[in-house]
């Protein structure tokens, strides 16, 4: 960012819609983005390919998009289910009761293992291979989730950030202040940027992914951020 200009891209660049809330990368050097008219592949600064209802997703405004290991594309579309994109077609899609046990998907995820991750407005779900499975324990809207040393990593919006291992679910903070926006899960810590409550960090266990003894930090305003509400952390390669 500090010697590369910013390129827009739009539907002058073959978009479907200019309104993009979603994106992920995909194993072949592109980017797939969700957008309110449909998924697009980026390449190279243009679009290569759309998919859209037309092509027989569900609908065409994308609440949030994935790419596992193998190349499979998985796009929640707003209010009515998960779409699955293989080779550049629709594969397939879970709707609710079938497969999904929630039509509005907010966050997806693999994790370290290989497993998909599915947030809900209801819940947390997993898939077994051929539907959804909820996990017990979470009951709010999932905006978030990560991963790290065998644990998932789980941003709620109402219950705070909740540590999912072995099956178990556990709060790890919660608190009003503690809508979960964005995780960011490495070896060691979990950052995860709030809704008007800062940027938690969580420190953990490298091997076991337990928080040890007094090992949150909660960093806001009075600590230098330019705001209390962080929708995004990545980390660079400083």
Not at 70 to 86: H, K, P, Q
Not at 96 to 111: A, K, M, T, Y
Not at 148 to 174: C, F, I, M, P, Q
């Amino acid at each position: 960012l500090r010697d590369a200009p910013f390129t827009p891209i739009t539907t002058a660049e073959g978009l479907p819609a200019d309104r993009a809330y979603t994106v992920a990368a995909d194993p072949n050097g592109g980017v797939w983005v969700g957008t309110t008219g449909g998924l697009a592949r980026v390449v190279g600064g243009r679009a290569v390919q759309t998919v859209t209802r037309d092509n027989g997703l569900l609908g065409n405004d994308i609440s949030t998009v994935t790419v596992t290991r193998d190349g499979t594309v998985w796009a929640g579309i707003e209010g009515e289910g998960l779409c699955r994109v293989v080779g550049g077609r629709v594969a397939g899609c879970l709707t609710e009761g079938r497969g999904l046990p929630d039509p509005f998907v907010i966050s997806l995820h693999e994790d370290t293992s290989g497993t998909l991750w599915a947030g809900t407005s209801t819940g947390l779900s997993r898939w077994t291979g051929a539907a959804f499975e909820p996990t017990a324990g979470i009951e709010a809207p999932v905006t978030a989730l990560g991963s790290s040393a065998g644990t998932v990593w789980v941003g709620t919006y109402g219950a705070g950030l909740v540590r999912v291992r072995d099956g178990e679910a556990e709060t790890v903070v919660g608190t009003e202040d503690d809508n979960i926006l964005t995780i960011h899960a490495r070896e060691g810590a979990v950052w995860a940027g709030t809704d008007g409550g800062g940027l938690l960090r969580v420190r953990t266990s490298s091997s076991s992914g337990r928080r040890p003894k007094g090992g949150i930090l909660r960093l806001t305003t009075a600590n230098g951020l330019p705001s209390d509400i962080v929708p995004q952390v990545m980390e660079d390669d400083e």
